[in-house]
């Protein structure tokens, strides 16, 4: 089945796919042939339907390009450049790494930890708009990359917990996180408060904690405790 792009991707499908209100999660675009398979062939696509991709993402909640021959963070740093979304450094207590311009490593902390689900730098004034990922070692087991689009966790939230969201926006809501002096490699939050705001003022990494999320205005307290 071709793509709406005409003869640029074909549409497949993935372990986990879902329908919900007719529309397909995430959506999997295919190489249309195996000679245009090329990372060449991928980067010039993208820069060619630039609006129809970021539709496609809209739409479906998810993209995931499979099957193309994007090798090392170089090639990954292309393809990043080719969709033309506003660059943001990674700020945040996640140990990650700062592999090639664009790219990082995901999180470093231990295998055994189970990640939750969780918006990307959330606890900050600016977070990602949108986040892209890629598998350049695929782990001997696991390492499956789950997905939940929010806003319809908000939908369900206000049909069935409606007292409690009511509550919320009323109230607000307010977390408080205690990051170390140092890192701490034991852990999937394990960068110091220095290394998670990139400051070694404590009142300027205060300064950077500040979100808005779909009820309420969340403020964070961080300690260097």
Sequence with gaps: MESSTGKDFKIGECQGQKVV??????LVLLPPEPAKADTESLLATLKKNPEWFEQMIIKNSAVLLRGFDVKNAE????????CGWEDM????PAPRTNIYKRVWTANEGPLSEFLFYHHEMILFKENPKKVI???EVPPPEGGETPFVPSFRVTERMLEEFPKEVEEMEKKGLMYTFTASSTNNTSSIIGRGWRDAFGTLDPARSREKVYSYIR???????????
């Design 133 to 135: 990922l890629f598998c």
């Design 21 to 26: 209100d007719g529309e397909v999660m995430p």
């Design 75 to 82: 090639d990954f740093n292309e393809i990043v450049e080719a």
């Design 215 to 225: 009820f309420t205005i969340i403020s964070m307290f961080y300690s260097s405790s």
């Design 89 to 92: 450094r990674y700020f945040g």
